[in-house]
């Protein structure tokens, strides 16, 4: 291991003068937004054009657009849509989905992704990691990691759109990605998606506390107080959600303001 991981107090240091971040998330299916319940049930969410500007007006911090039939279709993310979006946000823009090459970055880049994130691909060639960080910088490259508490209490990676168990500890897969450059973790627990009975507070801190790069926490927000116990409890540096959003139940503005009379530091 680098120095890396003995720079989590600077990171905590710095962490304390940075804003907690609210990210809108569109998955998306034949070119429409969708949402499931732990990564099943899907349904119709809309027009993520649409979605993808309203979330920009609402003050959303950044907006993550995952493409999540493309890995198991083996295609390349729409870059037409990512297109069209991209020119109705002014707010930081990562994508992902079906990403297997520096190639296929700048494809997304030059179609206006300021990041990219990467999972399954990532996972079966971690050199590729490397790769994306040699060529982009490291504040490019978004490590997805969908993971899953099983029975014997460890939280495992999943791969393929949460298909496929394997049998690597999510804090050892991240550990492994953060050394190769990867400059952010999105967390999904695939326990909590969709839920919204709150988020995994346990691993998320774990990560958190454990990585010297902002750990991104998904899966489970339903109220307003999850995102206080996200931050506080489970000490995210950002907090990404998609159907309390996309169905009207929670508004950015609204959630924000909660946050700030909570004593935590959001953009407004």
Aim: hydrophobic share 40%; proline share 3%; glycine share 10%.
């Amino acid at each position: 291991m680098r120095e890396i991981f003995a720079r989590k107090g600077a990171k905590a240091q710095l962490g304390n003068m940075l804003t907690k971040r609210i990210i809108p998330c569109l998955d998306i299916k034949d070119g429409r937004t969708v949402k499931g319940v732990n990564f099943e049930n899907i349904r119709d969410a809309g027009d993520p054009v649409e979605l993808g500007a309203f979330y920009a007006q609402q003050g959303a911090d950044e907006l993550v657009f995952l493409d999540i039939t493309a890995t198991v279709e083996k295609r390349k993310t729409l870059s037409e849509l990512v297109n069209k979006i991209s020119h109705h946000i002014n707010i930081p823009f990562t994508v992902g989905g079906g990403i297997g090459s520096v190639e296929d970055v700048s494809v997304l880049l030059q179609n206006g992704a300021d990041k990219i994130s990467v999972n399954t691909a990532a996972f079966k060639k971690p050199q590729l990691v490397a790769d994306l960080a040699k060529e982009f910088g490291s504040q490019c490259v978004v490590l997805a990691i969908d993971t899953k508490q099983e029975a014997d209490g460890e939280w495992y990676v999943y791969l393929n759109g949460g298909r496929t168990k394997t049998d690597t500890r999510c804090v050892d897969w991240a550990k492994q990605a953060v050394e190769a450059g990867a400059g952010e973790i999105l967390l999904t627990s695939m326990n909590h998606d969709g839920t919204k009975q709150g988020f995994a507070l346990d691993i998320t801190a774990h990560l958190a506390g454990l990585l010297p790069v902002p750990v991104i926490a998904s899966g489970g927000g339903g109220t307003m107080e999850h995102f206080v116990d996200v931050f506080t409890n489970g000490k995210a540096d950002a907090a990404l959600a998609a159907s309390i959003f996309h169905f009207k139940e929670i508004g950015i503005p609204e959630l924000k303001e909660y946050l700030h009379k909570k004593g935590i530091v959001v953009r407004q």
